[in-house]
């Protein structure tokens, strides 16, 4: 049973745009929070931006303040990340994860229910 899946990975070259696509269950698209993280060989799985249905606020890490767009269609139950100007460090795997336990905050990814398999996003310089 898939709870998120991600899709729009690719190659692009830096200064370039890619948009990510989450597809979410119902139940998982009407939860308290939904998110992308991003994890770098050998490094963290950290958070990229988020949005809370609860909240109604948009989150993002500094990191991709400016650049990365999250925005959502409650029609098709998917959230998108829109990223522009992208440089070689955004280089990872871009995971999408929904359903956080309340209480916690956006980038808390030890509480969130579902994530997907992840969509890799390769920036060249």
């Known amino acids: 049973d898939v709870q998120v899946m991600e899709s729009g990975g690719g190659s692009v070259q830096a200064g370039g745009s890619l948009r990510l696509s989450c597809v979410a269950s119902?139940?998982?698209?009407?939860?308290?929070?939904m998110a992308w993280f991003r994890q770098a060989q050998g490094q963290e799985r950290e958070g990229v931006a988020g949005?809370?249905?609860?909240?109604?606020?948009?989150y993002s890490s500094d990191s991709v303040q400016g650049r990365f767009t999250i925005s959502y269609d409650d029609s098709k139950n998917t959230m998108y990340l829109q990223m522009d100007n992208l440089k070689p460090e955004d280089t990872a795997m871009y995971y999408c994860?929904?359903?956080?336990?309340?209480?916690?905050?956006?980038?808390?990814?030890?509480?969130?229910?579902?994530w997907g398999q992840g969509t890799q996003v390769t920036v060249s310089s």
């Open positions: 949005f809370s249905r609860a909240a109604r606020t948009t």
């Open positions: 994860a929904g359903d956080l336990l309340y209480g916690y905050n956006w980038d808390d990814l030890d509480h969130y229910n579902h």
């Open positions: 119902t139940y998982t698209y009407a939860s308290n929070c």
